[in-house]
């Protein structure tokens, strides 16, 4: 009689220990599923925002007008953040307008300039669209057409 239930208990205590080790595994194998989608979203290829002309009159340095008009296109880390900006493009616009309109043609008629303007652009577009959200993932400004007048 002891025999007979020390080989039940051992044959209960071995099913629990194969039902839980093999729960665990799914576990597991679940998170690494989750772990191999994280890092498919972000290998996934850059998504391009384009926005449409800006043409406004910049600071004054030699007593006439100066005019850019300027298009470029917003390098973003794939769909998902690509649709975020196309829903916020009327804070995207007026962020650009009011950097573009703080400059001179000296500071961004160069090669450097252009550049500087670039990550200046990257920068203020990144700011989160709301109050404590995360940032957005822009990557490169690629301007598109470049025209000071």
Partial sequence: MIIIIAVVLLVAIGGAAAFFMT???DEAHETGGAKKTKKAAKSAPPEYVALESFT????QETGTDQ???VQMTLQVAGAEQAELFKANMAKVRSRVLLLLSGKKASEINTVEGKKKLAEEIV?????PFVEKGDEQ???EVLFTSFIIQ
């Fill in 23 to 25: 729960r665990g595994g």
């Fill in 56 to 59: 406004v009159n910049l600071q």
């Fill in 67 to 69: 005019y850019l008009q």
């Fill in 123 to 127: 920068a203020t577009t990144k700011e």
């Fill in 137 to 139: 993932e822009v990557s």
